[in-house]
């Protein structure tokens, strides 16, 4: 591909994933859903005008290292300390449940292996992929009903947060064992990850002293994100480079390091300017690039079908579950398992991972914007269905004229 082709494909493909972002929140949809009906419609799937070159990947790649940055940056570790024990028992079995049911659900439709075996890693990826919560959509719609600061609101929240470190966990562990790591078996794989946060806890510690003196002495200046970013790519660089693990788990813990800077917020700002201008949108209208429906038939079509019902119920079943045996009434439980529903970026860039290290084919990504989408739609309409059943009625007083 020549340069004024790139040129061509990066102007139509940033203008119609901002177009079709802007039409999907118009009508109450997350933004990145239009982005991937934009990649869908100028791909191979629709109109075949924008193909998936070898730089449009890797500047879907840069997009999802900075969009796990800044979900790094984004953590409250506060708040994690505050919730304990309920909202980390709460976001396991939120994990624990998808995973095994997303990978029984795989098995069922395409053959089951033996543990270890290629088969039952593919399955297991489709479990990871329904293990992750976007809490977003449910922040927005808790926010609307003024449920946000009360106890199930913070729980959800809380849970969503602690969801997300276990899922990098889990992902990081799948994506380890697959290729040459499954003849190395799972205590290498173990080893290797462990030993990669060690070293992590160990640098980060170090660096976030640096980021603090240079923070403190040269506050509001480019150079803080400008060296941020650097520690973030060179982080990810090494975890697959060296321990085998996914770059974004890298560029995570590069967040995670430096979430309690006071310029936090302005590192946010000036990586969210570069990353929703650019990097982002092209992340997401490139899982639209690689979306293919002309393989779908009656089988893939039943088990994106399935993998949607399978992927909401197990969230209310692990979720809701749990937190009746926290202590928490039945329909507090019932509120916190729909608030789990919700999926969004995490569940795609764990599909685009496993799409690179060979465990998920393109074929799959119908399935999982499908999830997406519903899960969008429907997690604040039930939301709101069950806030309304809790508003008491108010009686007239008899007394009154």
Not at 113 to 120: C, L, R
Not at 362 to 381: G, H, K, R
């Amino acid at each position: 591909m020549d340069n004024v082709n790139i040129l061509f494909e990066l102007a139509v493909l940033l203008f119609a994933a901002k177009m079709f972002g802007l039409l999907a929140k118009k009508i109450g949809a997350p933004e990145v859903v239009g982005e991937i009906i934009a990649g869908l419609v100028l791909g191979p799937a629709v109109f075949n005008i924008v193909g998936d070159s070898d730089f449009l990947s890797v500047m879907a790649e840069i997009g999802v290292i900075m969009l796990m940055f800044q979900a790094g940056l984004g953590t409250d570790l506060k708040e994690l300390k505050k919730t304990g024990l309920k909202a980390t028992v709460i976001a396991c079995a939120g994990v624990a449940v998808p995973m095994i049911l997303g990978t029984i659900l795989f098995m069922l439709f395409y053959g089951f292996g033996s543990p270890g075996s290629e088969q039952f890693l593919k399955g297991l990826f489709i479990g990871t992929i329904m293990s992750a919560t976007s809490v977003s959509i449910t922040v927005a719609a808790l926010k609307e009903l003024g449920g946000l600061n009360d106890t199930v609101g913070t729980t959800i929240t809380s849970a969503a947060i602690i969801d997300d470190v276990i899922g990098i966990i889990v992902l990081t562990v799948v994506i380890s064992m697959s290729g040459s790591s499954m003849e190395t078996g799972i205590g290498t794989v173990i080893i290797k990850v462990v030993l990669f946060f060690v070293i992590a806890v160990i640098s980060g510690y170090l660096v976030n002293k640096g980021m603090v003196w240079l923070d403190k002495n040269h506050p509001h200046t480019r150079r803080i994100p400008i060296i941020s970013l650097s520690y973030c790519l060179l982080l990810g660089f090494v975890a697959e480079k060296y321990f085998g693990i996914a770059d974004i788990t890298g560029a995570y813990v590069a967040g995670v390091v430096l979430c309690n800077l006071s310029d936090r917020d302005y590192i946010e700002k000036k990586i969210d300017t570069s990353a929703y201008m650019v990097f982002a949108p092209l992340f997401f209208a490139g899982i639209g690039l690689k979306t293919s429906i002309s393989s779908m038939n009656g089988v893939l079509l039943a088990f994106s079908i399935c993998f949607v019902i399978v992927a909401l119920v197990s969230k209310v079943i692990g979720c809701g579950l749990s937190s009746r045996l926290l202590g928490f009434d039945g329909k507090e439980s019932l509120k916190i398992g729909i608030g789990m529903m919700a999926r969004g970026e995490v569940a795609l860039i764990t599909a685009q991972k496993g799409l690179s290290c060979g465990l998920l084919t393109s074929d799959y990504f119908t399935a999982v914007i499908l999830l997406i989408l519903v899960s969008s739609i429907i997690t604040p309409v039930l939301l709101k269905k069950q806030y309304q059943k809790a508003v008491p009625v108010s009686v007239p007083d008899k007394n009154t004229d």
